[in-house]
């Protein structure tokens, strides 16, 4: 059995941002102690498996603090006989030098700075608390720590943003010189103060957005970020390695409100409610798909990758039409969105715009 990843969804901001449709609450340092013992109870559930990812994703981590991150950390290191890549996801304005190397210390190796734009009127827009000059502070004190793996958030889409200050955003992420880059186009989501004041009126177009993506596209694959998946970006051997068992239809287990599991060849959820996960002690996860993990699933993940899916390798896994896929594919590659090369099919920058329109199309 190939080692699993581990996720752990931490809650706690210090407020809601307008367009943040992740489960997050108020941080508060009484539920952050409760929430921690009870991450540790729910990882002893499960069996001893090998893990070689863990995952802090939220929500704040870094707001838990490093001493009960690294009980979590010993805890998994116990239970799941983990070493590999340690992530933490951080704002610029909630981590200081000093947590950075006790972040360090406590065996982090990896670290996610959410900069989403490197152009002060736009980060105030999008109710950030953070400027441009702070994301730069945060990303030399992770160096200055000793993280080598850093990862910043783009934002693509965003309220009055123009190719121009598109472009000063990735001269920005060129001067922070880090190895991996996440570029999201905004969705604005139901139930988001941003949807409630109908600020897709202040946004770039669909066209416009579709321009953004392949502007960054180029940018960053001309400073050696190169593209692996829609919206992930990094240099040779700097790819997220957790992540990748997403997109690869690989096992994890999430921990937390809200975090996801694909493991035994079932989904599963918890609700994003903290305190029915709080009083479960863990226990409350619902499943979401008893058979998970079937051809079409790993179709539409292993799509989202540069590296695209190889069906000459999947025959013994699943039972599927391998000629009538490949038949399927054959208009849309000249159509410019996608490339086939032998049994090997992956979609071009134009074809992730259209994804899932192209994966329904091959697939269904
Ligand atoms: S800090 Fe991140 S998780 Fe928290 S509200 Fe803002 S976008 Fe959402």
Redesign the pocket.
Known sequence: MNPIGLYVHVPF?LK??PY?D?Y?IKFDDALAERYTQTIITEMFTYDHIKADTLYFG???PVLLGAPRLKRIIDAAKKQFSLEGEFTVEA?PCSIDKQTLLELKQAGFNRVSF?VQSGVDKELHSLGRAHTKMQALEAVKGAKEAGFTNISVDLMIGIPHQTPQTLLSSLEFIKQLDVPHVSAYILKIEQGTRFYEDNTAALCPDEDSVCDLYLNTIEFLNSIGVEQYEISNFAKKGFESKHNLKYWRCEEYLGFGASAHSYYKGKRYLHPRDIEGYLSSNGNNYQISDKQAGGFEEYAMLRLRLSEGIDLSLLDKRFCFDKEKILRRAKPLEQSGLLRINGEIIFLTPKGFLVSNAIIASLIS
């Open positions: 901001c809601k941002c943040c992740f997050s939220g929500g704040t704002n959410g």
